[in-house]
């Protein structure tokens, strides 16, 4: 089990370390994995578990704030990442995001919820439900209050009644005037497109995410149009697994606020929302490139946030790129950044410019690879209905909403 | 227009985060000590107390020490306030183990607290409390942890669960049959939460106790959805290895692969048999095929643990495999295996990657073949959860997909490679996309392979290089087409590689050689063609090392097919020609392409050739590299034959007869028939899916392999496997004696002369050989057997030296020279203030003769009415199971009458059935362990007469290797009741191994498996003022400690003595350096313990001995280097 557990900004500093066994970890395992990062370069391309000269690893890197847990037995791996992410989840939740600054500040919450989290090493309570009662994330008002009266316990004197419950992640009985739920259908898309222009992978990773505020202990049923088309699930564990098996209906019990219902995966699409076509020749030490966007399958509404980005080959000695809309922008380490917005009317969008190679170099031999971000609104690009949803318990009236937005994971288009 | 705003912006932003820092804890972290801390841990107002805690807490965070405020802390537990009390209990966690005496302190508080209304507060006091982890208070835990497992709140009974290991830590022996019936009675709970954490304990607490998960096992699994996800995690892995060990494998899954190839191995008399081997009959109808040779791997790793499975495999011996049969069951006639692959499956749609994964592994090993599809689909939809996880389960998918291509197959899409992902995980998805390549789908895979070649990361493009030749090679209908696409890739790579301005290029470039040649060699004839074409790119390719291999091929397929002799003549030239300019390695490898060209040459090319040679020798010999030169002068001097006609003269006279005896060598040396590729063998580390190990590939300390499978009925096997384990054991006892009889018998009394002689540096060693010659046939315990001069090391000759040397010693010795090496440059370096410190090895004879064990008593005839027993422990072998322990027990009868019935049995077996159920919940536990009994019974004494000393053997087994044992003596029909207390010194057994396994072994087992203690050690300051006074006769200081250390060990543990390296050093009385090896293995795993003593100091004073123990067993280890060091310290007997 988990021995420790450092919190490491990006500089490598040790902000936090929280001992969780009578083997006490010292610090300079931070040190010596701090050394590890820098040799290997991109340290958000680490690898998760590292086994140092004295301790297992595993790290989880999140906006900069590094959470580094340590081990000397035999575990499941697995377990601890989860753990990790779970931790990094529940923090950026409380402390409305993740820094150095905001985990500084605010430090005792940090140590009071792993405490909460992980006892002797092994997760204690990780539902954020119970957690957020036992410990109030900090707002303005406790804010406030702790300046004016010098004093404010952040920490609850009543054990959260649904720790006793068999629905450990709903608060009980909370008191909605309105009662409303609203269900969003996330989509991303990943795709890749090969040199030749084939779309060689296309499929969408979906989440279903809902906010529910419903008084007393609901008992809510989603239903799906086209269930077939789902490849893979997951489900929150409020999902009953039996409604699900015999006939594709979610039947839950939902927790308080927003929380991930499902995950879901669909396979093999047949095309994209839109085209990317990028085309470098290169002859006598330069390189001329044109990348054109387009839409190819209007899905309906309008497509926004448009960016194709690309990382320059390490041969390249300079480029000089410009577009007919939109911004060309060139990062410091060779990224190349074009944001588009919106695809215009009346034109299709170009950037076209020169790279000049390192001398000696008569033709580029290695090709970027772009990846392009878009956002649609209003659509689930994978096709997925939610056919209804039922209350089951109470038949009082509240308030539905559904609501779509599919962007861009990992799409790539090879050159 | 507004030149300010910059400004103005950066100031706003300022001002808003000063805002958002308002009313947090912000000013506390960033200066902690900008008050004084102590009064206000002593104020009145529970908000400057928490204020003075919170300074502590960022204190803490940031890494200082402010364990001096604990006094001051743990006043503040009484509070009432809960946040306070949360920030004591922070603190106090932090530092109780520093501070014991002051955090017994709380004790009183935490009792009060326990009993409080509110769950929360008993929760808290329960978990900190038993977080504290001091021995003195671990009774007051246990009844603690007693009561809140009872407590109505589901959230205390679970912090009881999370108790329970905290307690367990502090090894708490009397009171591990309290605990493991704590684990059990919380794995009963009704509520899931409380179930999850209980499996948590059980895995640590006591994690093959299976009769305890036997009792609800069908409940456990039925409660398993409803578990929360951690809990889950350990709970499938505790229900896996009970169901293993209850009822064996599946019949239908992919370890039954594991019994068909035991079958035909044993069909074929324990030969390593081939893959060839078909499937019984019922495997037809089965749609998947799998690797036979791997999966077979797969599941031995998995049961018996790679180390031990590579290890053995390497020996070949089989287990008879007739037993294993039975340990095979169908999941349709079983109801136990049937629901718990039936209660895992709605897990794969868990949101917890980890959970998923093991449900994942419970079908990989249990499933029927045919349903182990199922976790495809949820193992690649884990790839898309998070980055850190992706990694993680990439790893396990390569085992599956391995073992059993055709499972991922089909979604050869999912390894797509994206520019994201890391260097790792593109390497793990290439092999994995290598290895599942079907005739369908590697067109697709082997197009995706080309755009991965023109990737920006040129060592990835390597890798993908790599990875298409093992796509040709598993795929060979592909090769030719495949061949044209690699042999323009080294076409086309000229242009970049001639300006040598990319490093990754060049490596991409031989990995493309590499692969064909791979592929050539496969079928050498079908590719003549390819051959010829790489040849002519020679020109081209500027590589050194793409050319070396090229080169290489010209003289392995000199002789294939029509075109390629014909070619011969003039490549040979141009490799004659641009010799000069060659890198070494090609250098080389042209030389020894010309000789194999030259030795099948025939008729007039022989002649052109020979010139050809001649003209490279003699290049070569100018060379400025030494290798070119030598393998040149070998050459020459090789193929002198042919190029007499050169040198007519100076090879006359040269017989006939030698000249075919150097052609023979000649045509053995160059000629040998490449071995036609072997399957890759499967050296890969397999540990079981979804643990630790099988990510960083070594076993993990606390790795277990499953359980065996039916150890938990079945008997039959227990003592088979026992039985021969101890024969091994027997015979390794006996090899041991004989290469020491061997080592003893080589050295006859002239060759210890010779080396007494070789030994001019140091003094001593003269009195050594006197020693020796005194004793006259009786073997001398100590001898020299070689000795290096510091003298000539200094010269840096030492190659020379040797051979002064090999005249004078015997050959034997001569080996152990050489072998001595490594060992004694460790030496070396690990002292670097003696640069030209030299050390010699120095055999000690049979000290084992002179060894003498410690004997405990076990009864006093005071309290034993006259009967007075000994103990000492044997080095003997347990010939029932290695976990037990052989003592010999002597019973001295010091009263006046005659004894009877003198009997030791165990006492638990003794105790009445109506003591108490406990008693019968430990008896059924250890049993579950291993079907090993506690104490085999000794044979009973009917008489023993006043004065009298009878002398009986004990086997015992010890649950523990710290606690002492309780047996009860029956005497005269008394009971008795006495305590063994085991000595972890003989939980190990004698492994004799040469110092290079040592050093071998040493160098597997770094960092966390080896453990180091000095003390002191005075044994020979007394050893040699006893020997002045009652003897004349001056003996060697050095031969004295080495002795009495050695004897110190061995007396006290049983160990095997590797060797004793002596530094040579210029001040006589100076030991230090002085390095002791002893070897041996854990009794009950066969682990290997080494242990290694290095002196330093002065003979005559007490020496600093530094102790090192490398072994892989962590808890053990320790125990063992405490017991070592301790009795190194503690003067010993006069046994001399």
């Known amino acids: ?415 | 227009m507004f030149p300010q705003f910059g400004a103005t912006a950066e100031t706003l932003s300022k001002a808003s985060t000063m805002v958002f820092r308002i009313g947090t804890d912000a000013h506390l972290y960033d200066d902690p000590e900008d008050v004084n801390i102590a009064p206000l841990l002593d104020s009145k107002f529970d908000s400057e107390k928490c204020e003075a805690l919170k300074r502590l807490l960022a204190l803490i965070a940031q890494g200082f020490d402010v364990s001096n405020f604990f006094p001051q802390v743990v006043k503040n537990v009484a509070t009432q306030s809960l946040e306070v009390k949360k920030l004591v209990y922070l603190y106090l966690l932090h530092y109780a183990e520093k501070r014991p005496n002051e955090a017994l302190l709380s004790i009183n508080c935490f009792q009060k607290d326990l009993g409080d209304t509110n769950p929360l507060v008993r929760a808290w006091a329960l978990r900190t409390m038993a977080g504290i982890r001091l021995h003195v208070i671990a009774p007051i835990v246990l009844v603690a942890v007693q009561k809140c497992a009872r407590d109505p709140s589901v959230y205390v009974r679970k912090c009881a669960a999370n108790a329970l290991p905290k307690l367990y830590d502090l090894r708490l022996e009397e009171n591990t049959a309290t605990i493991e019936e704590i684990v059990g009675t919380l794995l009963n709970d009704h509520s899931p939460g409380v179930v999850g954490a209980a499996a948590a304990a059980f895995a640590s607490v006591c994690p093959n106790n299976f009769p305890l998960i036997g009792r609800n096992y069908q409940r456990l699994c039925e409660i398993l959805p409803d578990v929360e996800e951690w809990g889950q995690i350990i709970l499938i892995g505790i229900l896996l290895r009970y169901v293993i060990a209850n009822h064996g494998l599946v019949e239908e899954s992919i370890m039954r692969s594991l019994c068909c190839k035991e079958n035909c191995q044993s069909g074929k008399d324990g030969l390593e048999s081939d893959s060839k081997f078909t499937m019984p009959e019922d495997n037809s109808d089965i749609g998947p095929n799998y690797e036979s040779e791997l999966a077979y791997m797969v599941s031995q790793c998995y049961v018996e643990g790679p180390d031990e499975y590579l290890s053995r495999s390497s020996l070949l011996s089989k287990v008879s495999s007739g037993s294993k049969l039975e340990f095979f069951q169908s999941v349709e006639s079983n109801e136990d295996v049937k629901i718990l692959l039936q209660c895992t499956s709605p897990l794969f749609w868990s949101n917890n990657s980890a959970v998923v994964l093991a449900a994942a592994g419970v079908h990989w090993i249990m499933a029927p073949i045919k349903d182990v599809k199922r976790i495809v689909k949820p193992l690649l939809f884990l790839l898309r959860s998070s980055k850190a996880s992706q990694y993680v389960v990439l790893c396990n998918i390569q085992v599956f997909a391995k073992a059993m291509p055709s499972l991922f197959a089909q979604h050869f899409e999912d390894f797509y490679i994206c520019s994201s992902d890391s260097y790792q995980i593109k390497a793990l998805k290439l092999e994995i996309l290598a290895s599942i390549a079907t005739d369908s789908s590697i067109m697709l895979i082997l197009k995706e392979f080309q755009d991965y070649i023109r990737d920006p990361d040129r060592r990835f493009a390597a890798d993908t290089v790599a990875a298409i030749g093992i796509c040709l090679q598993r795929l060979p209908k592909m090769a030719s087409t495949c061949l044209e696409g690699l042999l323009a890739f080294t076409r086309q790579e000229i242009f970049t590689t001639d300006f040598g301005s990319v490093d990754g290029e060049a490596g991409v470039l031989i990995q493309a050689v590499m692969s064909i040649k791979s592929i050539i060699r496969q079928d050498p004839l079908g590719h003549e063609k390819v051959i010829i074409q790489l040849i002519r790119s020679l020109d081209s390719i500027k590589v050194a090392a793409a050319r070396a291999m090229i080169i290489w091929m010209v003289g392995e397929y000199s002789q294939l097919g029509e075109l390629i002799p014909r070619m011969l003549t003039t490549v040979l030239k141009y490799l004659a020609w641009c010799f000069t300019s060659e890198a070494l390695e090609t250098k080389l490898q042209i030389l020894n392409t010309i000789v194999k060209v030259l030795l099948c040459a025939k008729g007039e090319d022989l002649l052109t050739f020979e010139k050809v040679l001649s003209y490279v020798l003699e290049l070569a010999k100018c060379d400025l590299n030494y290798d070119v030169r030598d393998r040149a002068c070998l050459l020459k001097k090789l193929l002198s034959f042919h190029l007499h006609s050169q040198d007519v003269d100076r090879e006359r006279d040269y017989l006939p007869e030698n000249k075919e005896l150097s052609r023979l060598l000649a045509e053995c040396l160059f000629l040998r028939q490449t071995k036609p590729i072997s399957p890759e063998p499967y050296n890969h580390r397999i540990y079981l899916p979804g643990s630790l190990s099988q990510i960083v590939l070594h076993a993990a300390p606390g790795y277990e392999p499953l359980p065996k499978p039916c150890s938990l009925v079945g008997d039959g096997l227990e003592t088979n496997d026992s039985g021969e384990l101890a024969t091994n054991s027997g015979s390794s006892e006996t090899d041991d004696s004989d290469s020491l009889s061997g080592s003893i018998g080589d050295e006859s009394p002239s060759h210890s002369q010779h080396t007494v002689t070789g030994s001019s540096g140091s003094g001593g060693s003269d009195e050594a050989g006197s020693a020796s010659e005194d004793d006259g046939n009786t073997d001398p315990l100590i001898q020299i057997s070689d000795v290096s001069n510091t003298h000539k090391r200094q010269n840096g000759a030492s190659q020379s030296g040797s051979t002064d040397f090999g005249e004078l010693l015997s050959n034997r010795a001569l080996e152990s020279w050489l072998d001595e090496q490594p060992g004694m440059s460790t030496v070396n370096t690990s002292e670097p203030s003696s640069v030209h410190r030299s050390s010699a090895r120095i055999s000690i004879g049979d000290i084992r003769e002179q060894v003498k064990a410690k004997s405990y008593a076990l009864l006093d005839p005071v309290n034993g009415n006259g009967l007075k027993v000994d103990y000492y422990f044997s080095s003997e072998m347990s010939n029932v199971s290695p976990l037990l322990v052989c003592i010999e027990v002597s019973f001295k009868n010091c009263s006046e009458e005659p004894m009877s019935g003198i009997t030791l049995v165990d006492e638990e077996s003794s105790k009445d059935s109506d003591s108490a159920d406990q008693a019968l919940d430990t008896t059924e536990s250890s049993k579950s362990q291993d079907d090993v009994p506690t104490l085999v019974s000794m044979e009973e004494i009917t008489a023993l007469e006043p004065g009298q000393t009878m002398t009986r053997v004990l086997q015992v087994r010890f649950h523990h290797h710290l606690l002492p044992l309780k047996l009860a003596l029956y005497c005269n029909g008394k009971r008795l009741t006495v305590r063994l207390r085991p000595d972890i010194g003989y939980f190990v057994r004698a492994l004799p191994m040469d110092v290079e396994t040592f050093v071998n072994k040493e160098s597997q087992l770094p960092g966390m498996f080896e453990y180091k203690r000095s003390c002191t050690f005075i044994d020979h300051i007394r050893e040699s003022n006893k020997d002045k006074n009652d003897s004349s006769l001056v003996k060697d200081k050095f031969l004295e400690i080495c002795k009495s250390l050695a004897l110190k060990m061995l007396s006290n543990a049983n160990l095997s003595l590797v060797s004793v390296d002596m530094p040579i050093a210029a001040k006589l009385d100076d030991a230090s350096g002085l390095c002791l090896r002893f070897s041996s293995e854990i009794l009950s795993t066969s682990k290997p313990c080494l242990i290694t003593l290095t002196i330093e100091g002065k003979c005559s004073e007490p020496l600093d001995v530094s102790v090192k123990i490398n072994c892989e067993e962590t808890v053990f280890g320790l125990n063992l280097l405490n017991r070592v060091v301790n009795s190194l310290v503690e003067p010993s007997p006069t046994h001399l």
């Not at chain 1, 590890?36 to 690893?57: E, F, M, N, R």
């Not at chain 1, 957690?131 to 707002?139: D, F, Q, T, V």
């Not at chain 1, 009985?173 to 296309?202: F, T, W």
């Not at chain 1, 995950?263 to 839109?274: E, H, I, N, Q």
Request: glycine share 6%; net charge negative; aromatic share 8%.
């Open chain 1, 1 to 415: 089990m988990l021995q420790c557990i450092f919190l490491l900004s990006d500089s490598g500093e040790v902000m936090l370390e929280k001992q969780f066994s009578g083997h006490r970890v010292d610090r300079s395992i931070c040190a010596w994995f701090w050394e590890h990062a820098i040799s290997q370069g991109d340290s958000s391309k680490l690898q998760p578990v590292i086994a140092s000269p004295t301790h297992y690893l595993f790290q989880i890197l999140r906006e900069g704030i590094t959470f580094l847990a340590c081990t000397q037995v035999e575990m499941p791996p697995l377990m601890a990442v989860e753990f990790l992410c779970r931790v990094a989840d529940v923090l950026s939740d409380y402390l409305g995001g993740l820094n150095e600054d905001l985990i500084k500040d605010n430090f005792i919450i940090v140590y009071e919820l792993l405490d909460e989290m992980i006892d002797n090493g092994f997760p204690l309570t990780t539902e954020p439900n119970i957690l957020r009662e036992m410990i109030a994330p900090p707002n303005i008002v406790s804010k406030v209050l702790s300046v004016v009266t010098g004093n404010s316990s952040n920490v609850s004197d009543t054990l959260p009644s649904a720790t006793a419950s068999c629905v450990p992640w709903r608060t009980t009985d909370p008191k909605y005037a309105n009662n409303e739920v609203y269900v969003d259908l996330v989509e991303e898309m990943d795709a890749i497109i090969n040199r030749d222009g084939v779309l060689v992978k296309c499929e969408i990773y979906g989440e279903v995410q809902v906010n529910s505020h419903l008084s007393g202990l609901p008992d809510l049923t989603l239903s799906f149009k086209n269930p077939s088309i789902l490849g893979d699930v997951r489900f929150h564990p409020c999902v009953r697994f039996r409604p699900w098996e015999s006939h594709q209906i979610l039947s839950f019990v939902p927790p308080d606020g927003q929380f991930k219902l499902m995950s879901y995966r669909v396979r093999k699409l047949k095309s994209t929302p839109l085209y990317v076509k990028p085309q470098l020749t290169s002859d006598a030490g330069t390189c001329r490139i044109t990348l054109l966007v387009g839409i190819r399958n209007d899905p309906g509404k309008t497509i926004d946030s448009i960016t194709v980005q690309f990382q320059l080959p390490p041969c390249i000695l300079s480029a000089d790129l410009s577009s007919n809309y939109g911004t060309v922008n060139i990062l410091s380490n060779k990224m190349c950044c074009w944001s588009i917005g919106r695809i215009p009317k009346d034109k299709t969008p170009s950037m076209s410019g020169t790279l000049v190679l390192e001398s000696g170099l008569e033709r580029l031999q290695v090709f970027p690879t772009f990846q392009v971000g878009f956002r649609i609104m209003a659509v689930a690009l994978s096709g997925l209905q939610i056919d209804k949803l039922d209350l089951k318990t109470i038949p009082a009236r509240f308030y539905k909403g559904f609501r779509a937005l599919t962007s861009a994971g990992e799409f790539e288009i090879r050159s």
